[in-house]
């Protein structure tokens, strides 16, 4: 359940009752994103960057900020006193090639992972992907990745498994905003 509090702050009611915020990530969000890297087990950093990530480089930094509410948006939920960061869920798009689809990528910190922090992010993310006019995600996801998988049979619309490499799977999910 989501209820606006004032402007671009939202608050989500999870399942088990606990009320997170979420907001547009800014540019400025450098503390909270390092916040919510520092508070992912090793295991979800792989799952998350496909590859073991020890602490984010300013070059990651600078590429996990540059949000324009267009071509990258990203949405940060916060804990109940609104003070920490426990997720971001953003959408980076092709670049120009085709401005239609974009790469997915959602982060939740272990400590809140089951708790539907996940699925409110994703939610979040598909409205401002309607409103901007994305029509697919795209994302890679780590074999046996069953979260992430999970948070994307979620959203309306038509997912499908469209390549594969060593250690990861392509997926495409065709939006349906009608749903
Ligand atoms: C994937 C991730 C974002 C899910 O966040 P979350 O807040 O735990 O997700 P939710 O609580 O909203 O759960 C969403 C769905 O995933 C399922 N799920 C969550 N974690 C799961 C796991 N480890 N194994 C199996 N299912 C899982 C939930 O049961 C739920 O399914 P349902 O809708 O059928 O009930 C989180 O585990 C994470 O940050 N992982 C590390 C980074 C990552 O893998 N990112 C995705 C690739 S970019």
Redesign the pocket.
């Known amino acids: 359940m989501n209820e606006e509090i004032n402007g671009d702050l939202v608050a989500h009611t999870l399942p088990d009752g606990a009320r997170i915020t979420l907001r547009p990530l800014e540019p400025t969000d450098a503390l909270a994103v390092r916040e919510i890297f520092e508070h992912?087990s090793p295991t979800?950093r792989y799952?998350?960057f496909l590859a073991p990530k020890t602490h984010l480089t300013s070059a990651d930094l600078r590429q996990l900020l540059s949000v324009d509410h267009c071509t990258h948006e990203a949405v940060i939920a916060f804990d109940e006193r609104g003070v920490h960061p426990i997720?971001v869920a953003r959408f980076i798009r092709g670049y120009g090639v085709h401005p239609e689809v974009a790469e997915?990528?959602?982060?939740?910190v272990d400590a809140?992972?089951?708790?539907?922090?996940?699925?409110?992010l994703t939610a979040a993310l598909v409205l401002r992907a309607y409103a901007l006019e994305v029509l697919q995600f795209s994302?890679y996801?780590?074999h046996g990745?069953?979260?992430?998988t999970?948070?994307m049979?979620?959203v309306p619309g038509r997912l499908g498994r469209v390549g594969s490499e060593s250690g990861a799977a392509e997926y495409r999910l065709v939006l349906d905003p009608a749903c």
């Open positions: 992912l979800s799952q998350r997720g997915i990528a959602v982060e939740v809140w992972h089951w708790r539907g922090v996940g699925s409110a994302a996801v780590a990745n069953l979260g992430a999970s948070l049979r979620r």
